[in-house]
Each structure stands twice: as structure tokens, then as C-alpha cells.
């Protein structure tokens, strides 16, 4: 198989061209032939012109490599080699939405012929892929998975916005349905992956490996952000907490904040999800999910508790928000919990004026119904820097002051502006 990929007379098929699919698909069509196939028509005429809808990668980055972009799925029919990366989101109930999942394997199982490959890259519970996807393959194509195709699980590893750690850069796990296929993908990956990858036992155990990066992750933020509640109340600041204990050589220096997005804050709910099919609650897993899902309304609640402490109406106040995507210096307004921070200060009938250098107002009015600004307009009773882009990183007080009522208040997420506000009155988790 390899050798064909390369001899270009087999062609590998990504299918899901978003911020993982994309980014892999060009990898790949460096040193093989790559069809990159998406739903979304919209999306498939732009990368046609060189142009990344997550804009995260540079036009000059699509030149030279031989793929194809389509969003007709019978191009798929070209193909040997099948990467799956589409999302893999939560419902209203927090529960697994695998119905783009179920969808693409539909779509590929309807390419499938005998000898070909399928490696799954989008995060799934443990089983997922063989339990809920090889069926669909094996019904769509009338094949036998193992004995007329294989099937392997690679999960990504891309971090939107990370220049350091970038997909080739960073090691890679593979998997296989069995020892054959495990070679045979590690191979096909190790082409583009500089820091080699890692063969993992089985496809379930490269399942909970992606899944537990990020479920630790959460966990441990979710405990920053209790312990910001209760040094909150005590009357100190959680950062200069973290940095009095991170003088201890094995403290690990995890920081409160907003946890949204579509890994962190979405991954955990598959566990969990996984956890009670097998008869186990996971206690500590689903309180740190309520804890950070929180998190949004408690940084409201508090700042309309301090407009009011300063002797101002909620319904004449100003609030404005800085930021609004799920990161920093990212285009990506999915699953953002400043959405919670702004719709929970509006029930207090105050108003908020929102802005961000990224994110798109037209996909913030769709998603959320949320208005945007261009720019701020006027003065403000509160300031809210929710998310730490490079931008909002170079203010300082005195840009803050221009857009300040009297007694106004700064409130700063991430706390980029510890020790260096004197004349507003600041606030931090």
C-alpha cells in the first residue's frame, strides 16, 4: 500500500477538511496523490483558491501539492486510503453526537473496495470505531473488515493557533485492527510525522490515549477554577497563589478560565458517556465538567455583583467584552463559553458590547445570535479581556482608561494584567 501512495498510483482521501482534515490532507499531498473531501461546498471552493476557512494555514501552503478538493462523493471512488476527521460533537444533553461520524462512514463505506484502508482520526469513547463504525462500513460496502479491508485509528493531535507544536512535530499514535494494519498505517504516517509515531496495542487503548489528554486537562483546570471560587472569597488572587506553590519543583502549574471549544470542553462527555455503558459513574470526571461549564456564569455573576457594589443601575451599565472565540489567536467560535459570560450579563438587562480581531460576526449572529461591534463604542462601566488574543496581550491600563466610566471595573480572565492596573478597579479569577 505504501508504496503505491507514493508511486502515486493509489490516492489517499481525507474526509473532513476542518481544522484537522485540512492541515493532514496537505501533509500528505507533499509526497502522494490526496483527494480532500467535504460536505461543505462553501468551504471546498475556497481551499480550491488557496484559501484555509479556519485560517489557520497560508495561502502559499496549498501550492504544489497534488490534491484535488471536492465535495462530490463519488470522487471518492479513487481512492485506496481513507482518513475520517470530522467532529465529533455533544448534543443539548452533553451526550456523544456521532451522526457526522456515522454520516462519513456511510460515505466511505460506499467507496470501500477489497484491499483498502480506513483510519479514523476524530476523538471517540473507547470501541467507538469498532462498535458504531466498521458496521457502517461493512453494511455500506458488503465487505468484511480484516479480511477485505482494514481499519486503524490515529487520533489527531492539532492544536488551532500552536505554531510550535504542529502536526508534523509532534508524535503521532497509531493503530490497527490487527498487526498487518498497524504496520502498514504507521508507515503511511511516519511519511509526514518528523517525530515518528507510537504503535499502539489496539484500537481501543489509541482511543482512551486521545481521550485522557484531554480529559486530564480538564480535570485539572476544573480544580484551578474551584480553588479560584474559594480564594476568591478568602480575598486573595489565585495567580499569586499558583505562583507562591509553583516554586515547588512538582507542582504543576495549571491556571483557572473559561474551557470551551471542541476538545476540552466536549471530550470528557464521551468518557463519561462510555463509563455509564459499562456500569461506572465517573464522579470526578463529570463534577469537573459542572465546574467548568460554570464558569461562564460565575465570571457574570461576579462583575454584576461589582457594578452594583459601585452604586451603578444594571440597566443603564455598559459592559464590554474583548473576545469572543473558544482560544486565544484563533478564528474558532465553536462551543465558546464567553457566549455564556454575555448572554448571562444580558438577563441582567446590561448592556454588552462585544468584539473580537477573529472571530467571524456573521457566524457569531448564526450560532449564538449574538451582535458584534467593529470596534468599541463609548465608555463602559465594565471591561471584560475574556479571551488572551496577542492583541488585547499589548494594552495597558491607559488603553483601558479611554474606554472607562467612573469606577470602572476591569475584569481580567486570564490574568494578563496582575500588578500592572493602579486607577481601575480589577478583578481576576
Not at 475556497?46 to 470522487?75: A, L
Not at 504542529?166 to 503521532?172: A, D, G, I, R, V
Not at 462551543?335 to 438587562?349: D, F, G, L, P
Request: charge should be neutral.
Amino acid at each position: 500500500m505504501l508504496t503505491q501512495l507514493l508511486d502515486r498510483q493509489q490516492k489517499i482521501a481525507l474526509i473532513g477538511l476542518g481544522y484537522v482534515g485540512l492541515p493532514i490532507a496537505l501533509e500528505f499531498a507533499r509526497k502522494m496523490s490526496v483527494i480532500g473531501f467535504d460536505i461543505n461546498s462553501k468551504r471546498v471552493q475556497m481551499m480550491k483558491e488557496g484559501i484555509d476557512p479556519c485560517k489557520e494555514i497560508p495561502s502559499e501552503d496549498f501550492k504544489g501539492r497534488d490534491i484535488v478538493f471536492t465535495s462530490d462523493s463519488s470522487d471518492l471512488n479513487k481512492a485506496s486510503f481513507f482518513v475520517v476527521a470530522v467532529p465529533t460533537p455533544i448534543d443539548e444533553y452533553n451526550q456523544p453526537d456521532l451522526r457526522p461520524l456515522i454520516s462519513a462512514s456511510t460515505t466511505v463505506g460506499r467507496a470501500l473496495k477489497k484491499g483498502d484502508y480506513v483510519v479514523y482520526e476524530s476523538t471517540v469513547y473507547p470501541g467507538c470505531t469498532e462498535e458504531d463504525c466498521i458496521p457502517v462500513l461493512e453494511r455500506e460496502s458488503g465487505l468484511k473488515c480484516g479480511t477485505d479491508f482494514k481499519v486503524g485509528y490515529s487520533p489527531e493531535r492539532i492544536n488551532p493557533g500552536d505554531k510550535e507544536h504542529t502536526l508534523t512535530n509532534t508524535k503521532k499514535i497509531v493503530s490497527g485492527c490487527d498487526s498487518e494494519s498497524l504496520e502498514v498505517i504507521a508507515r503511511v504516517y511516519e511519511q509526514i510525522i518528523t517525530a515518528g509515531v507510537h504503535r499502539a496495542p489496539s484500537i481501543k487503548v489509541a482511543e482512551a490515549g486521545k481521550i485522557i489528554e484531554n480529559t486530564q486537562r480538564d480535570v485539572n483546570i476544573a480544580l484551578m477554577n474551584e480553588l479560584s471560587i474559594i480564594f476568591n472569597r478568602i480575598g486573595i488572587n489565585t495567580y499569586d497563589v499558583i505562583e507562591a506553590a509553583g516554586t515547588k519543583w512538582n507542582f504543576l502549574k495549571f491556571y483557572p478560565g473559561l474551557v470551551g471549544g471542541h476538545c476540552i470542553g466536549v471530550d470528557p462527555y464521551y468518557l463519561v458517556h462510555k463509563a455509564k455503558q459499562v456500569g461506572y459513574h465517573a464522579h470526578l470526571i463529570d463534577a469537573g465538567r459542572f465546574v467548568n461549564d460554570s464558569m461562564g456564569g460565575y465570571i457574570a455573576k461576579q462583575t454584576v455583583k461589582r457594578i452594583l457594589a459601585a452604586d451603578k443601575h444594571l440597566s443603564q451599565s455598559r459592559v464590554l467584552v474583548f473576545g469572543f472565540t473558544f482560544k486565544e489567536n484563533v478564528a474558532d467560535v465553536r462551543n465558546t463559553k464567553v457566549a455564556n459570560i454575555v448572554k448571562e450579563m444580558q438577563s441582567y438587562r446590561v448592556q454588552v458590547d462585544l468584539v473580537d480581531p477573529y472571530a467571524d460576526p456573521e457566524e457569531v449572529r448564526h450560532e449564538y445570535q449574538i451582535e458584534m461591534k467593529a470596534q468599541p463604542e463609548g465608555t463602559y462601566d465594565a471591561i471584560i479581556v475574556a479571551v488572551a488574543h496577542r492583541e488585547y496581550r499589548m494594552m495597558t491600563e491607559s488603553d483601558f482608561l479611554k474606554l472607562a466610566n467612573k469606577n470602572c471595573l476591569l475584569v481580567d480572565v486570564k490574568g494578563l494584567y496582575a500588578n500592572r492596573i493602579e486607577k481601575l478597579a480589577y478583578w481576576s479569577l
